[in-house]
């Protein structure tokens, strides 16, 4: 069966990169895709060079909006999507030319599945191809053992998702999140899935400098954010079972971050007290409920700050 996929493509002042991600799109075996570029700002040649390039093929559909930042991009993306799939592709990173044709083939082979998660690689010369030899696994989970997995992951060029999940459930990209909101979108759709797929040929390459980290994720209010709304989102549409494994990753994020506070020697019991009054405004907003041993950790560790505050 010949699927159309819909691949997102927020761009952001990358005028030296731009080129070869649209390229490696346009360029895929698979013909039947659609790309939507949103051009999210960029005062630098980006605009330009997706208008060029949507002159010599009219499968990329582009759009100019004020920068209003990725996620506001991705959801203004969204609403124009039409394919029977969604992907997602950052306009710094490039794919292989066969990514899509493999990803048909398994869903013409399991054509009840939802949701793909998928495997990117990092790449330290831009524009490598690499030949993608060797054997792959391909791993079918029904939601349950899948959350209960350690696939789940989070970044968007890892997500290949069926439209209907996400607009029947009306899942979109939280704007005011600096971090986590991709995660945040992933877990929801995999609460709005009943089949899902594990693939780890890794079709999707970014470039990463040697000695570089690849992505910043120190940032635990984010997180916890990230996980509390996941939480809220399946106390409206998931099982009781489903609900609890989302509350309980949360609130196991939670105590993480408060027993790393507690063995942090530099962090204050005023400071202390000012991340865990943040923490515990998410936790509350987001219909969280702490037990016993989280208020005794808490407990434990405002002492332990308290009375090293008074040596």
């Known amino acids: 069966m010949k699927h159309l996929i819909s691949i997102i493509v927020p761009v952001y002042n990358s005028e030296d990169y731009i080129l070869e991600c649209i390229t490696s799109?346009?360029?895929?075996?698979?013909?039947?895709?659609?790309v939507i570029a949103v051009n999210d700002g960029s005062n630098d040649m980006s605009g330009v060079i997706l208008d060029e390039l949507a002159k010599?093929?009219?499968r990329l559909k582009v759009s100019h909006t004020a920068n209003?930042?990725?996620?506001?991009?991705?959801?203004l993306a969204l609403t124009k999507a039409s394919g029977d799939y969604l992907m997602f592709v950052d306009s710094d990173d490039w794919i292989a030319e066969n990514m899509i044709e493999d990803i048909v083939d398994i869903l013409n082979e399991f054509p009840e599945v939802d949701l793909l998660r998928l495997v990117s690689k990092p790449a330290?010369?831009?524009n490598e191809q690499r030949k993608l030899t060797g054997n792959y696994t391909i791993l079918s989970y029904d939601k349950t053992s899948y959350l209960n997995s350690?696939?789940?992951g989070g970044y968007m060029h890892s997500l290949f998702v069926r439209r209907s999940i996400v607009s029947d459930n009306n899942i979109t990209f939280s704007e005011d999140m600096k971090l986590m909101e991709d995660q945040e979108f992933s877990m929801k759709c995999v609460l709005s899935c009943k089949s899902i797929i594990y693939y780890d040929k890794p079709h999707y390459f970014y470039y990463q400098s040697p000695g570089q980290s690849s992505r910043d994720t120190n940032n635990s209010i984010d997180i916890l954010k990230c996980r509390g709304r996941v939480y809220r989102y399946a106390r409206i549409s998931s099982s009781t079972e489903h609900k609890e494994i989302v509350q309980e990753q949360a609130l196991t994020k939670f105590r993480d971050f408060i027993r790393a506070a507690r063995y942090d020697e530099t962090l204050s019991f005023g400071r202390f007290l000012r991340i865990s009054s943040l923490y515990l405004r998410v936790i509350s907003a987001n219909y969280l409920k702490l037990r016993i041993k989280d208020f005794l950790l808490i407990g434990y560790?405002?002492?332990n700050k308290f009375f090293k505050g008074k040596v």
């Open 25 to 34: 799109i346009l360029h895929q075996t698979y013909w039947k895709i659609e």
């Open 56 to 58: 010599i093929d009219d």
């Open 68 to 75: 209003n930042g990725v996620s506001s991009a991705r959801n």
């Open 124 to 126: 330290y010369v831009r």
């Open 150 to 152: 350690d696939r789940i």
């Open 301 to 303: 560790t405002f002492g």
